[in-house]
């Protein structure tokens, strides 16, 4: 049975959920990932990962319920590769209060953003307090657990700790989730290598963060290692990030402010 919940009538829709149903939003992004990888991968990995998730949830007693991914979100980072269809971050801020308002007028109380996209991290941890103080959800913002070494990314061979944009991972993901729109002939290799050498300063993680976009890094729009991708890594974090989706449901379905 499918667990979106626009695929139910309205009057269905209210009444499969109550105060213990959870609310998952994925969040998607629209935006250049190399030649190799098409636009949409920061859409079909949250979308794919959040509906295996789910629906592993519900088999662990959640009444998890999806909604549809929001396809385009702030990747101002890629603003410079038309193609990229991005928001500016005071339109997805609004636009992710307006889902909280709308789901608070349900039954449901807990609202999940599951996140494909680096870029809208920090706005998600800030608006998930926005929607709880004004509609007294329960709030919570995740990725989609397929990336290892600590959440921020860069896990391949020789990236160091920067895979973070159309690399060894995400790249591996696509290969067994959609090998067709993959290109492997015009993979590439575009760390920046120098940046290893700061203690302080580095992507998600790092004590100090910098301003980037993805051209100051060179041209091609790759930051990561995509050329060692394969079918079977991406498989393992595909399990891996379903895994983590229902760990986390079942978690966020217990969870309480104060007891
Ligand atoms: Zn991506």
Redesign the pocket.
């Known amino acids: 049975m499918s667990r979106l919940l626009t695929d139910l009538p309205q009057p269905a829709a209210l009444a499969a959920l109550d105060a213990r149903s959870v609310i998952v939003q994925p969040v998607g992004?629209l935006?250049q990932?190399g030649a190799h990888?098409p636009l949409s991968?920061?859409l079909v990995?949250p979308e794919e990962i959040g509906r295996r998730g789910v629906e592993r949830a519900v088999t662990q007693g959640v009444d998890a319920w999806l909604l549809p991914p929001l396809a385009a979100s702030k990747s101002d980072e890629h603003h410079w590769a038309p193609g990229t269809i991005w928001l500016e971050a005071q339109t997805l801020w609004r636009t992710l209060v307006d889902v909280g308002r709308s789901v608070a007028a349900t039954p449901a109380r807990t609202l999940v953003f599951l996140n494909?996209?680096?870029g809208n991290s920090a706005l998600l941890q800030v608006v998930n307090r926005e929607i709880r103080r004004r509609f007294g959800l329960k709030t919570f913002s995740m990725g989609t657990g397929t990336q290892r070494a600590g959440g921020g990314g860069g896990d391949g061979p020789d990236e160091h700790g920067m895979g973070?944009?159309?690399g060894h991972s995400?790249t591996s993901l696509m290969l067994a989730l959609r090998p067709e729109m993959v290109d492997m002939s015009r993979a590439v290799r575009n760390v920046p290598e120098h940046i290893a050498e700061f203690a302080t300063i580095g992507f998600n993680g790092s004590p100090v963060s910098f301003g980037w976009t993805s051209d100051d890094f060179g041209p091609s729009g790759v930051i990561g290692d995509a050329t060692g991708a394969n079918a079977a890594y991406g498989r393992e974090l595909v399990e891996e990030g379903t895994a983590f989706v229902a760990t986390a449901l079942v978690e966020i379905s217990r969870f309480e402010h104060a007891r």
Do not use: P
Request: overall charge negative.
């Open positions: 992004a935006e990932h990888l991968t920061d990995i494909g996209h680096g973070i944009h159309a995400e």
